[in-house]
Structures are given as C-alpha cells and as structure tokens.
C-alpha cells in the first residue's frame, strides 16, 4: 500500500529563514514523489518532481531512498511562499496518486 | 499543460437531494480523476474516470452514490447522490496529460450539504 506521511500540519518561520518541510512516505516499488502547492484562493499547483531534479521558486527536494523521504527544501524562505504544500506519490506504473495530509506553511516578515 | 474548468464553483444543497458537478478540459487528456477534500484534510482519490465505460473506484467510494460519466476524451461528470451533511466537502477533477506525464487539477467545487 501507498502511504505519504507529512508530521508538521502547520510551520512558521521567519523571512530570510531556511525552510524544511518533511515528507516521508512508505511503498514496497520505486515510486515517483512530487510536491504540489496551494496559495490562497488559487488551485493546486504542481511544484515540482522528483525525476526533474530543478530547483522551483528556489525549493529544491531529493529523493532519499533509505531513508524513504522527500523533503522540501528553501534556503531563505519568502513571504509569498505561505501556502499549502502536499506531497504526493505515485508508483512508476500506476497512476494513482496519494497525497500526504499537508504542510500549512506561514512566512513571517 | 492543461486548462481545467469545474462548474458549480459552489454550491449549498439539502439532505437527501444530487448534485452534478462538470469538467471540461481545453485538450485531450488520457486519465481524468475525481478526489475529495474534506475540511481540514487531504485529498482522497474517488475514482477514476474512464472514456466509454465504468469508472474505476477507489475503496470505500461506490458508483450508486457518485456516479461518473466520461463521454469523450475532455469532459467528465462526478455526481453526489442522496447528499447527507458529511458530503461537505471540496470535489477537484484532476487530468493526466500525456506530454510530460504530469497531474493537473481544477478549481474545485466546494459543496456545504445542510
């Protein structure tokens, strides 16, 4: 079974701070990992994936297979980015998409 | 990329009555989904729409009480039967474009059932 774990409902930091939302997941294949982003009153967006490698609006994450995480990673995180981010997985020959229950993400000035 | 629109946006319904909520997509799109997003929380896969025959449901979702419709590659219907309260919920339609292999999704429709 396909499971994404997110711990932190709600982080807060400061402008200028790094940023780190955890992501781990739990799947017996290889799986693909992406995050998805949700500002105020628009639609999920894709951030990015983990078969990309590129860093989005400066978040990078990587794929830790030992550890079986994804984390999303800012060095200096910006007001704009307050939003919602999910992360989500999906098996390399599904196409079912499980999201994690979200990181509601503040950034203070 | 894709351009996915839902209608209603919103809607405030009755205990025991339906809703139908549309998806129209702006270009053919090989999967389109259906999810839920109950307030507070994640969202949870419905079903899978499939073009010209039944949909693919996810556990704990059946089709008598959300029937899916997929007549053709860019539009697809999710209806909400026998509405009860605890079907307050946001229903997103979510398209899987070849190009890319990437998931989009909609608006979302945001249902209160009193």
């Known amino acids: 079974a396909q499971r994404v774990t997110q711990p932190e409902k709600l982080l807060s930091v400061f402008k200028g701070a790094p940023v780190e939302l955890k992501c781990n997941y739990s799947?017996?294949?290889?799986?693909?990992l992406f995050w998805y982003v949700q500002y105020s009153r628009q639609r999920l967006q894709l951030l990015l994936r983990h078969i990309s490698r590129e860093s989005i609006k400066g978040f990078t994450a990587d794929l830790n297979k030992g550890e079986t995480s994804f984390h999303l990673k800012k060095p200096f995180a910006q007001e704009e980015d307050s939003a919602m981010y999910y992360c989500a997985l999906r098996s390399t020959s599904g196409s079912r998409l499980t999201f994690g229950e979200g990181t509601q993400l503040t950034v203070n000035p | 990329s894709a351009v996915i629109s839902q209608k209603p946006s919103r809607d405030i319904c009755q205990r025991g009555t339906s809703l139908t909520i549309q998806c129209q997509v702006d270009s053919q799109v090989t999967m389109m989904f259906w999810y839920r997003q109950q307030p507070g929380q994640s969202l949870t896969l419905i079903a899978t729409a499939n073009q010209g025959s039944e949909a693919t449901y996810e556990s704990g979702f059946v089709i008598d009480k959300f029937p899916i419709s997929r007549p053709n590659l860019t539009f697809s219907t999710l209806t909400v039967s026998n509405m009860s309260p605890e079907d307050s919920s946001i229903y997103l339609c979510?398209?899987?474009?070849?190009?890319?292999?990437?998931?989009?999704f909609g608006p979302g429709t945001r249902l209160t059932v009193l």
């Open positions: 799947y017996s294949g290889s799986p693909e």
């Open positions: 979510s398209v899987r474009v070849l190009a890319g292999n990437e998931q989009f």
